[in-house]
């Protein structure tokens, strides 16, 4: 099973990092006239994009789930809890937070 992971991962890597290495090849050299690059070049690129924009955490935790964990959260707080909770928050933000409510909000439009 793990060498059946580790397979997977090494096919994905080089056949994105071909693809990363065709498409720079062909678009990016005609258009703006940069160099072409090798496929460990194109590597080194794909990491660096995934580091700078995609991370590698896993696809099923994201923003989402966080916003529906936070919401859930809210709507099982008894009104003491959540002014706690709006204190707190505006004495790290500052008046940013003033006077919203963006779970109270969301969480009717969700039911």
């Not at 994105?16 to 006239?33: D, G, K, R």
């Not at 580091?51 to 003491?80: C, D, S, V, Y």
């Amino acid at each position: 099973m793990l060498m059946k992971i580790f397979l997977f991962a090494a096919i994905f890597l080089v056949v994105f990092s071909f693809i990363v290495m065709a498409l720079w090849n062909n678009i990016l050299v005609a258009v703006l006239h940069v160099s072409a690059i090798s496929f460990w070049q194109a590597l080194g690129i794909f990491a660096l994009a995934k580091i700078l924009f995609g991370g590698f955490h896993g696809a099923h935790w994201g923003r989402h789930q966080w916003r529906n964990k936070m919401q859930q959260r809210w709507a099982n707080m008894t009104p003491e809890d959540r002014e706690k909770f709006k204190q707190e928050w505006k004495n790290r933000c500052g008046r940013r937070f003033e006077g919203s409510e963006p779970f109270e909000e969301q969480n009717e439009s969700v039911k």
